[in-house]
């Protein structure tokens, strides 16, 4: 049972490629927030380039935090659209040797220029590194819909991966229907709490959710959450220090 929260390695390009000074800067601030809220969580989540913008590689970012906190656990996003089997095989692979505790294999957002669909789907690229043996070395997980339709996920089913995190949930009763149905087939559910705060408004705007069901009480939310699910993922893209607070509370 574990509180989880997701943390955005640092931009490689913000409007001009970052020179090593600027992109040194970038990658203190990010340990420095590792290191504060690996003192309140049980595991820290790492994103691949949210929205296709080059970031750090979400397996360097996890080594940077596993290197000055052994006792967490860490996973990490890794972007499909643009790679091929040859270069996920990679990344998995860096992400065993680094010690990393999971992977969540993803389309990801299509990137701002450059090839937009290497057409490679996760649920196979994670059946296929079962089938090879790989989820015997590393947790590999899937997403799911926070609204799922059950008759049209087989082929996620059939990859068998460790578990399932969600989309942003809204209600409890969404949690609820996932974990009902999927749990008792022996997958690991960990939802996915968006922090309402007036600094992640523009998020859940593009996300089209409604927080209004558990925005007045967001620690009681999510208590309930992990009372259910026995895991949670909380994102706050926008506020570090909201986050941060509702972290202690729990």
């Not at 690229?125 to 008759?151: A, C, H, M, R, T």
């Not at 909380?234 to 729990?250: H, I, M, Q, T, W």
Request: glycine residues 6%.
């Amino acid at each position: 049972m574990t509180i989880i929260y997701e943390l955005n390695p640092p931009k490689v390009i913000q409007g001009k490629i970052l020179s090593h000074s600027e992109l040194q800067e970038s990658v203190d601030k990010f340990k420095s927030k590792s290191e504060e809220v690996g003192k309140v969580c049980d595991g820290i989540h790492v994103t691949d380039s949210v929205l296709g913008i080059p970031r750090i590689s979400p397996i360097t970012a996890g080594f940077f935090i596993k290197n000055s906190n052994d006792k967490i656990k860490i996973s990490a996003s890794v972007r499909v659209r643009d790679r091929n089997h040859t270069s996920i095989t990679q990344t998995i692979c860096d992400a065993i040797l680094l010690n990393l505790n999971g992977v969540l294999v993803v389309k990801g957002d299509p990137p701002p220029t450059g090839p937009k669909d290497s057409r490679l789907v996760p649920s196979e690229v994670v059946k296929q590194f079962n089938e090879q043996g790989f989820g015997e070395k590393i947790d590999l997980y899937l997403s799911i819909s926070s609204n799922p339709n059950f008759d049209k996920i087989h082929k996620k089913v059939e990859a068998r991966p460790k578990g399932f995190v969600t989309q942003v949930i809204s209600s409890v009763d969404q949690v609820t229907n996932i974990v009902d149905k999927l749990k008792p087939q022996g997958f690991r559910i960990i939802p996915c709490v968006l922090l309402a705060s007036e600094l992640n408004q523009k998020s859940a705007q593009m996300l089209n959710l409604d927080w209004s069901g558990y925005s007045k009480d967001m620690v009681g939310f999510v208590k309930q959450v992990h009372r259910i699910a026995g895991d949670v993922l909380l994102s706050s893209p926008n506020d570090f220090r909201g986050a941060l607070e509702v972290l202690k509370k729990l």
